[in-house]
């Protein structure tokens, strides 16, 4: 059975910095895609970034290039969203999934953590 449980979210103030991580089990971790969205509320999911099987290809939101980094250990089974430059607008719970595929729909996953919050204040 694959469990993603994500860590990492908390409270920060604006222009800080966060490291969240996915930690997996149940699959294969070195065959599996994985991407980050996030959901504020009142709003509807959204893609924030995404690292291929082999961690040779990333992807970002438009929003996030350049403040947000990827990345992965296949040792730890462990993927990670470093965020920096934090502002009030990145509030939002944070969602892991993982996939064979990936992408940058939620539909191109099958398996999601249960979230974690992060909240920016100003």
């Known amino acids: 059975q694959v469990h993603l449980v994500e860590s990492g979210g908390g409270l920060v103030q604006a222009g800080g910095s966060l490291r969240l991580s996915c930690a997996a089990s149940g699959l294969t971790f070195n065959t599996y895609a994985m991407g980050w969205f996030r959901q504020a509320p009142g709003k509807e999911r959204e893609f924030v970034t995404a690292i291929s099987w082999n961690g040779a290809r990333l992807y970002y939101a438009d929003s996030v290039k350049g403040r947000f980094t990827i990345s992965k250990d296949n040792a730890k089974k462990t993927w990670y969203l470093q965020m920096n430059s934090l502002e009030p607008e990145h509030t939002a719970v944070y969602y892991c999934?993982?996939?064979?595929?990936?992408?940058?729909?939620?539909?191109?996953?099958?398996?999601w953590g249960q979230g974690t919050q992060v909240t920016v204040s100003s």
């Open positions: 999934a993982a996939d064979r595929t990936g992408g940058s729909r939620a539909s191109d996953y099958s398996y």
